[in-house]
């Protein structure tokens, strides 16, 4: 658990989770394909008109043919990106029902798809690159017109959209959100497009040799306490680091699980149109669609979740243990991916799930997600136990920890998560992490194991925060080899005995497990 960034529920074309066509760029020429279905929104929004937007047509004055202002599948990226930046919305919740009440789908759900995720993932270097077009730092731009400018950049160094139909679509764009801004924005766009995008990497961005760190920081796209980390779990190889960053990147496939007893994969596969996982013998890939339609997912046979969530969950499965099974425990459950496995798990040995969530509306989705699962799900604090009576200490056979953590290893599909977390916000979180392990490792029985997992690579929330805590848990612990409790054949997982997964190794999110056993 990463905290509101994180979110298992299926999703829509759309989210972050969704690709766009074969290929990865949209072709098209910049312009909609019918005119018809351009235009604006109605309400407060600043485009006018009536719902699904002002339509082309004669204008009434004069007869002659009116342009559309913007195109629906800009207008919804610019106000899922404005969104994002203004009211630290997240683009997986907000954009999907931008999509769906315009009645977006095909090429133009997949374009507003890829303007909105890619300009959230370039974020950092298209500022860099309009505050020098600009010739003024990009914070002292209005907002609104800042953020169009930004959607425009985009569009111009990393699509195939022609650079005058992205400059004057965004100059429309701007016309609408920032109109005394028009001729500005133009004369910035046009700046932009004299160079392509490496070349304003090469203009802008310190050489590898004197600056390596903030090189790659400007180059990819990342800021310099996110690669720094990145280089320090990766033991100081920049090369392996560069790979990380692209991977990055790159638009994630949806992954779904195959919950045991319940679906196979293979024959979900066929069944989605998707392709066996790589590793987790629950995955399927999926190239695109809306997830949530799948039948398979609405009758709670299959969920959307991550290769290596689904890995580390089963790694806690899989972990060999003397005596009984049937009491597992999910300490931080929200949203519910791994309550979701873990309780299909926990019903082929005929034991029961205690799903613990501390936020209430997320306790609900934990609900949701496990329904006709053996779960209990508790909305309570995981650090209660001992103090919580349906908590016990020394009770349960298996628990899980899944830690809130600062989401660095999710950064592929949370791409405004790289901008928003900072370094001042790891003491809080570490500190909360080893007092959640803690309590998990006096929840378990004697004999029982432990799995501690977060969804970022980040050494100072992973080995030193797993090390700190059992070194002050108070009882005897011993660390477990987590690689055997992994698929036979993955490659890159280290020496043990943790191990951290990597989307450029294991096309997964980065997720590190730790897998403890109280003597």
């Not at 609405?298 to 969920?303: K, P, Q």
Request: hydrophobic fraction near 40%.
């Amino acid at each position: 658990m990463t905290g509101p960034e994180r979110d298992d529920r299926p999703t829509r074309l759309g989210d972050s989770d969704a690709r766009t066509p074969r290929g990865g760029r949209d072709d098209r020429r910049g312009e909609p394909r019918d005119n018809r279905s351009a235009g604006g929104r109605g309400g407060d929004r600043p485009f006018g008109g009536a719902r699904g937007g002002a339509r082309g047509g004669p204008d009434r004055r004069t007869g002659r043919a009116v342009r559309p202002a913007v195109d629906r599948p800009r207008q919804v990226a610019y106000e899922a990106i404005a969104a994002v930046n203004r009211d630290d919305a997240f683009a997986n919740l907000v954009l999907p029902a931008m999509i769906r009440d315009e009645g977006l789908f095909g090429r133009d759900a997949a374009f507003a798809t890829e303007l909105t995720y890619g300009t959230l993932r370039h974020l950092g270097t298209l500022d860099a690159i309009l505050t020098s077009a600009a010739g003024r730092d990009v914070e002292r731009i209005d907002p609104p017109v800042r953020d169009a400018l930004r959607l425009g950049a985009y569009q111009i160094l990393h699509t195939r959209v022609p650079p005058h139909a992205a400059v004057s679509s965004t100059v429309d764009l701007v016309r609408a959100v920032g109109p005394g801004a028009t001729g500005f924005a133009n004369a910035v766009l046009r700046e932009v497009a004299g160079q392509d995008a490496d070349a304003w990497v090469r203009k802008l961005a310190p050489s590898m040799e004197s600056d390596p760190i903030g090189h790659l920081a400007l180059t990819y796209s990342h800021p310099q306490w996110v690669v720094r980390a990145f280089a320090e779990a990766l033991g100081g190889d920049l090369g392996e680091t560069t790979r990380l960053l692209i991977e990055d990147n790159e638009r994630p496939p949806v992954h779904l699980c195959a919950r045991p007893g319940l679906a196979d994969a293979v024959e979900l596969a066929d069944e989605v149109g998707g392709a066996p996982g790589a590793f987790s013998p629950y995955a399927v890939y999926l190239s695109g669609g809306a997830p949530g339609d799948l039948a398979a997912v609405a009758e709670g046979r299959a969920h959307v979740q991550d290769e290596g969530s689904q890995l580390v969950a089963a790694a806690l499965a899989a972990a060999p243990l003397d005596g009984p099974d049937g009491r597992w425990l999910d300490l931080c459950a929200g949203p519910g991916g791994k309550s979701g496995l873990l309780g299909a798990l926990v019903a082929e040995r005929g034991g029961r799930l205690t799903a613990v969530e501390v936020a209430e509306h997320r306790a609900r989705l934990v609900d949701q997600a496990t329904r006709n699962l053996p779960v209990t799900v508790l909305h309570a604090d995981g650090r209660d136990v001992g103090r919580e009576s349906k908590l016990p200490e020394e009770h349960f056979d298996r628990v899980l920890v899944d830690a809130p953590c600062t989401g660095l290893g999710s950064l592929r599909r949370r791409p405004e998560s790289r901008w928003r977390r900072q370094p001042s916000d790891l003491p809080a979180l570490t500190r909360l992490q080893r007092e959640l392990l803690g309590a998990a490792l006096r929840a378990v029985r004697p004999g029982g194991v432990v799995a501690y997992v977060t969804c970022s690579p980040h050494v100072v929330e992973t080995h030193v925060t797993v090390t700190e805590a059992a070194r002050r848990a108070g009882v005897p612990v011993d660390f477990v080899d987590a690689r055997p409790l992994l698929p036979a054949g993955m490659p890159g997982l280290g020496d043990g005995p943790t191990v951290q997964l990597w989307p450029h190794r294991h096309g997964t999110d980065a997720m590190f497990l730790a897998v403890l056993r109280r003597t």
